[in-house]
């Protein structure tokens, strides 16, 4: 009784009988031709495979589509282009095991092992893969919209180009994993890690980074477009060029961080902290600053047409050339600012 709890927790939708089918497994054995030539005949049979001994087993192209493999040992075991469509795969250990271009159109494989596995080009969209260690794994160009990556661990992992719109990873840790080019948009990443992680050309529009760590991070040119980051952690993280109009960035941590050229038009910063950060040519036109805290930063050239500045401490910073026009700067500290070139109209000034 105890085992087949375990596997209905799996799941979470699906009983399966937790003894593995001796013969289903023998014939599975004999390789993904006769078993498939089994499968045909056999459409309203489930197989049962559940803590089956798989390890390094050639099953490309196999279909086990809805099939019973909780807690199956598949270690480095060949999936290429296999289909498990809706299979359970809760708690087994897939590590190292080569899933390239393999259907996994929401199979269970939540508290699973894939560390240093191969996904790419999987699809796994609407895939349960919540708690699942995926550390070191390829995912590049992978289908993941949609997946459940709640509390996933995918350190070091290359999701390159991969499709993560709309996924769930909150609580997931992407600690110096290879985000480039992957689309993000929508997605929850609230309070994930993302420390030391490469997210160049990234899209995040409408994604939820509350709370998350972000120190350290690579974001170039990435599109953050009305992301929420409230919050967040982004000390020393490099975000030139990105595109963050609209943005919430309440109460996030920006110390150190480089956003030189970075697009923060209408972006909301209310008590951010920016102290040291390069801000060189950012556009904060329409933005609220409100009492933020700019600190040393440099900003040259940067401009803040219309924006809110009530409160915003810009001390010992660098404003050479900064366009303040129909800017708010009520109780704005401007001590030890070098304001060369700067544009303040007396409208400005008389708000100082």
């Excluded at 019973?68 to 270690?75: E, P, V, Y």
């Excluded at 719109?165 to 929850?188: F, P, Q, T």
């Excluded at 704005?332 to 060369?340: E, I």
């Amino acid at each position: 009784m105890l085992a087949h709890h375990h596997i209905m927790g799996a799941t979470g939708r699906r009983g399966s009988d937790p003894m593995v089918d001796r013969q289903q497994l023998k014939l599975l054995k004999k390789g993904s031709h006769a078993w498939n030539t089994w499968r045909a005949k056999h459409l309203e049979r489930r197989p049962n495979l559940g803590g089956a001994l798989l390890r390094e087993a050639n099953l490309d192209g196999a279909d086990l589509s809805q099939a019973n493999l909780a807690q199956a040992n598949l270690i480095k075991a060949m999936l290429s282009r296999a289909l498990l469509r809706e299979a359970n795969l809760g708690g087994a250990d897939l590590s190292e095991a080569n899933l390239a271009q393999t259907n996994l159109i929401r199979a269970a494989l939540n508290g699973a092992n894939l560390s240093w596995a191969n996904l790419s080009g999987a699809d796994c969209y609407g895939a349960d893969l919540s708690w699942t260690i995926l550390s070191g794994a390829t995912l590049s160009e992978a289908n993941l919209r949609g997946t459940d990556l709640s509390g996933a661990t995918l350190s070091h992992a290359n999701l390159s180009r991969a499709d993560l719109s709309g996924g769930n990873l909150r609580g997931a840790d992407l600690s110096g994993a290879d985000l480039n080019r992957v689309d993000l948009r929508e997605a929850n990443l609230y309070r994930a890690t993302l420390t030391r992680a490469t997210l160049r050309g990234a899209v995040l529009r409408g994604a939820n980074l509350n709370r998350a760590d972000l120190r350290e991070t690579i974001l170039r040119g990435a599109d953050l477009r009305e992301a929420t980051l409230r919050g967040a952690m982004l000390n020393g993280a490099t975000l030139r060029e990105a595109n963050l109009s609209r943005a919430d960035l309440r109460w996030a941590q920006c110390s150190g961080a480089a956003l030189s050229d970075s697009d923060l038009r209408w972006a909301d910063l209310k008590g951010a902290t920016l102290s040291r950060a390069d801000l060189s040519g950012a556009d904060f036109s329409g933005a609220d600053l409100s009492i933020a805290c700019l600190k040393e930063a440099d900003l040259y050239l940067a401009r803040f047409c219309e924006a809110i500045l009530v409160g915003t401490d810009f001390s010992g910073s660098d404003l050479r050339g900064a366009n303040f026009t129909r800017a708010t700067l009520s109780g704005a500290d401007l001590r030890g600012t070098n304001l060369k070139g700067a544009l303040l109209n007396e409208r400005e000034l008389r708000d100082l």
